[in-house]
């Protein structure tokens, strides 16, 4: 059965890092395409960061040179370092793991994955 269990979240300050960690369990993790996905209130679930089976990696423009993806495979473990931490940084941030066919240029699209966590809840204050 897949799994997965996002942690980290949290509330910080404007300038504050947090790290996020996805732990997955009925699958390998480095072998799937994952990706970090993210929703504030009002708003459509948007693409963070992917990550691909290769270790390829696409961030969102509004999130590079800030956020981090990486992977702990003796773990089975996503995570994502966020550091600079922004006010529009605020959502509930959500793993999601097997992607489907359409390919890296995809990643970031919610339909496309088959498998989510119940989401960890990034406050960020001015």
């Known amino acids: 059965q897949v799994q997965l269990v996002e942690s980290g979240g949290g509330s910080v300050q404007s300038g504050g890092s947090l790290r996020l960690s996805c732990a997955a369990s009925?699958?390998?993790?480095?072998?799937?395409?994952m990706a970090w996905f993210r929703q504030a209130p009002g708003k459509e679930r948007e693409g963070v960061v992917g990550i691909d089976s290769d270790g390829s990696t696409s961030y969102a423009d509004s999130v590079k040179g800030r956020f981090t993806i990486s992977q702990d495979n003796t773990k089975n473990t996503l995570y994502l370092q966020m550091n600079s931490l922004k006010p529009e940084d605020t959502a509930m941030y959500y793993c999601a793991a097997d992607r489907g066919p359409g390919g890296r240029s995809e990643w970031d699209s919610p339909a496309q994955y088959n498998y989510w966590g119940q989401g960890t809840q990034v406050t960020v204050s001015s």
């Open positions: 009925g699958f390998t993790a480095s072998s799937n395409c």
